[in-house]
């Protein structure tokens, strides 16, 4: 086995027993870090100094989902996602600003995308805004 070939195998062996699971199972190691929901259909400014933020509206109903490969590989800390929402509050945009991986950040924008949305409001009026969300992961011993 000339060298290549060995390096090449522990790699691969490397990100097969990552954490002790089949990591080819997991379609979030590949995701973009940010998710448009179209069409947009509202393109006016968005306002980011306004008096009420947007607000969830309603949320799925078990919250997030803590992903088994995160639990299992006790990987624990802050997602940041920023929403936009439109003055109707439709939901536009998801972008996570700082993500953990091991499929936290895709837990956080399938909660986010099953959620409704009060929209922002400025002057008595709603707005298209932006809104930075944290989502804490931490695991419980039992």
Do not use: W
């Not at 097969?16 to 089949?22: A, H, K, R």
């Not at 940010?34 to 799925?60: F, G, K, L, M, R």
């Not at 995160?70 to 600003?97: F, P």
């Amino acid at each position: 086995m000339n060298k290549f070939t060995y390096l090449s195998l522990v790699g691969f062996l490397m990100v097969s027993c990552y954490s002790g699971e089949n990591t080819a199972n997991y379609s979030c190691f590949q995701e973009q870090d940010h998710y448009t929901e179209e069409p947009i259909t509202d393109n006016s400014p968005i306002i980011q100094d306004v008096d009420e933020e947007i607000e969830v509206a309603s949320s799925p109903a078990p919250g997030i989902k803590y992903p088994r490969l995160a639990r299992t590989s006790g990987v624990k800390g802050k997602v940041i996602a920023e929403v936009t929402v439109s003055k109707t509050g439709k939901l536009q945009k998801i972008e996570i600003i700082r993500g953990l991986g091991y499929c936290l950040d895709e837990a956080v924008v399938e909660f986010l995308r099953e959620s409704t949305y009060k929209a922002a409001k400025k002057d008595g009026l709603a707005v298209r805004s932006t809104k930075e969300m944290p989502f804490n992961f931490s695991i419980h011993d039992n």
